[in-house]
């Protein structure tokens, strides 16, 4: 009885986890900035592999276990790699949201400017 329904299970795992991933490349292409894209396909990383894995490794336990550590790798390393990502595009791109890391501005007086004009030769 209970290796007609693993087929069943597996299946139903295999379409949860398409859906969930088809709803994170959905919400990457829907969002309008790269921190919210980011955090969509960040999130829905593991969500989506987690049940597609267990899945692939419902017919044989060293598949299962593997698929378990992946999971688990994945869950530590995607939160990871997201925030170093969006601190790299922070720090490349879009520095406006901290004016406290930024470099003071060289000011420049116009009457100065004006007095040590240098005339071009003719």
């Given at each position: 009885m209970l290796e007609a329904v693993v087929p069943w299970v597996a299946d139903a795992l295999v379409l949860l986890g398409l859906l969930i991933l088809t709803l994170a490349v959905w919400g990457v292409l829907r969002m309008d900035n790269v921190y919210a894209s980011l955090h969509a396909a960040s999130k829905t990383t593991a969500l989506g592999l987690g049940p597609l894995l267990i899945a692939a490794g419902l017919e044989n336990g060293t598949i299962l276990l593997r698929g378990l550590l992946v999971l688990g790798f994945l869950l530590l390393t995607a939160p990871v790699a997201a925030a170093a990502i969006a601190r790299a595009y922070w720090r490349k791109y879009d520095q406006t949201t901290r004016p406290s890391n930024r470099q003071?501005?060289?000011?420049?007086?116009?009457s100065a400017t004006a007095d040590q004009h240098v005339a071009s030769p003719d």
């Open positions: 003071p501005e060289a000011s420049v007086d116009a």
